[in-house]
């Protein structure tokens, strides 16, 4: 890769110096009434802080000239669309020291980006606190406005959100809802760092990790040194049930099921003592809170600002779910069950929690070998990143265009500007910083940087973004290759720069991607389809040594098919963390005592495998502080974006389709929030919603006395 990269240079010097410049989009932006910008990038630590003074000063001025402007001449635009405005110049600050913070390669520039995060955040929550504030949107409420479409939306939800935060209530009464908050807050980091500290080494024998890979034996930490003057066999292994890869690991490969088992309790007891009480008490608060603000349950305050509408949408659509996934997860499990018979000599084994990974593991090994090692061969990563842009710019008619970086804070930093292929009009603008290095972001993410919105000078300020990725770097002799699973990954983060990118929602708060939490996600998993398909694959993958190779047909078929093998008890896993998180914030009388383990911990039997009863499962599940009654959207965006897709394999040219991909910039990304996504989604797929698509993708053949038990789509009461 690095070669490659010298190569274009030496040969083509012209090209990097003949990029185009943002300046050069002027008059076509001007011609399409667009602002087009990059950020002002802070450099220094100093200036950072003085960009997050700035932006909150400048915003807290204009709260002080919401809430002193006169009562009686309140407006839409003085009340609504200005408190829009001073919260998108805010969020540009704050989301552009997100990336610095992610992204800088200087370790003090990062620390003062964190800082600016921290301050950012709390003044955001104190925002609504700002009674002068909420005294006039309530005068401009009173006077009982007549808006439609968007301006009506945007004037409820802001109406909606001090509501949520208490300002409707008597004075004594949201003290406490705020004194409520401020505590659940506090319970929450507590939660976070007791379970960043639960560490639990788990001391085996070679036996006992017999069929666990040689390169995880010998990988650091994990071989312990044997005590000096020791004789015999005193080979033993540390096993961290804390850390992920190395619990996966053994899990999948360990043949001994009493391995298995123990480091499964130590794994689900992680945090057991220290984070029992802590979540307790949370879901405790969560329950006063709602009830104080005039809600029956802590789902039901949650779901509210989603799709779901209410706590009993979403239970209604998991239990939809998990009843219809029964017959395809009693088959998966009645095959390895019969594995596990096998191999212990035991007629009536059963499938445990501590069993199914490994059993899983061995029937993809046995039936559906993959090499993923070799697959990478396939997917050079320049290769995969023009693959992926011919096929997004042709489905949804747009143009990338390399352009000059005025500031890169990494050498091989790239700008693309995105222009509309058919009319020339510039949408935006996203950077990619794609390879991992010391201090950066360590997963894979877009990040907003600029909003889109409709300025008061009757412009459209257009959207700039970045991917945030680490794919595997280049080596010295070979470019940077992919493995099957990184091209899913940015196959679906590219997608949400494309939501960003062609918004045209008028107001900040409902530009790009801020959708719905339980939507956000269902065009991005839709696009994951993509990288299954042999059409599409054959546009770009191929053998980097001998690009007339193409990945064989059957290879594809094997890992679709290992992949729809595992899928129901994946799901149905995933059904059972929905189901129990939503069973612990479910109504309850305040004065009941309710405990998390007591409540989860049957749910995760019932709806999954025999738990071992000691264990405590959710003290260690860190989505119970952020997703709380909210993991449900999961799936819930799943079978969303198993039920787009249905749009493009209807279409003549499947995956590649033009017509369904324009459709879906059209009626999906352009939107945002500015509609409703429920009603996006059904402009886009030319009919209600349904969940049969997703049934039909995690191997449910329909036709059954539980598939026609679903209901077409999501309810809506109200709560
Ligand atoms: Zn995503």
Known sequence: MKFHILAVALALPLYAEN??????????????????????????????????????????????QIGAQDLSKVTFKSTIVALDDLDWAASNAASRAVVIKESNTDPKVREAAENAVKTFQDWMVGIDYREDVYKALKAFANTKPKLTGEDKKVFDETMRDYRRAGLDLPPDKRKEVEDLRKQLAKLGTDFDSNIVNAK??????????????????????????????????????????????????????????????????????????????????????????????????????????????????????????????????????????KMKADDTHDPSAKIGVWDWRYYDHQLVKQKYAVDKQALRDFFPFQKVIDGMFNIYQSIFGLKFEKITAPYKWIDDLQLYMVTDAATGEPLGMFYLDMFPREGKFNHFAEFSITGGKLLANGKYQRPVCTLLCNFPPPGADKPSLMTHSDVETLFHEFGHCLHEITTRAKYGRFAGTRVPGDFVEAPSQMLQNWVWDKKVLDTFAADYRDPSKKIPAEVIQKMNDAKKATAAVFYRRQFAFAALDLAMHDAHPESAQWDCVDISNPVLEKVFLPIEPSTTMVTYFGHMNGYDAGYYGYAWADAIAADMATVFEKASQGYLDKQAGMKLRNEIYQQGDGRDVAVSIEKFLGRKQSVEPFLKKIGVKGGGPETKKIAPGPTKEQP
């Open 200 to 337: 639990a080494p788990v001391v085996f024998t070679r036996a006992e990790l017999d069929g666990v890979p040689g390169s995880f034996l010998e990988a650091p930490g994990v071989k312990n040194t044997p005590p000096a003057g020791a004789e015999g066999n005193t080979e033993s292994y540390t096993v961290l049930a804390n850390v992920t890869w190395q619990f996966v690991t053994v899990e999948e490969n360990a043949r001994n099921e009493a391995t298995r088992k123990k480091l499964y309790v130590v794994h689900d007891s992680l945090a057991k003592d220290a984070n029992r009480p802590v979540l307790n008490k949370m879901i405790e608060l969560r329950n006063k809170i709602a009830l104080r603000l005039g809600y029956k349950s802590w789902d039901d305050y949650q779901t509210e600002i989603k799709m779901a509408k209410s706590g009993a949408g979403a239970k209604k659509y998991i239990n939809d779910l998990i009843s219809g996934i029964q017959p395809t997860y009693d088959a998966e499990v009645a095959e390895i069950q």
């Open 19 to 64: 990029l185009k410049t943002v300046d050069d989009f002027a008059a076509a932006a001007a011609k399409a009434n667009a602002v087009l910008a990059l950020p002002d990038w802070e450099h220094t630590p100093e200036a950072v802080d003085a960009t997050t003074k700035n932006a909150i000063d400048t915003a807290n001025k204009a709260l002080d």
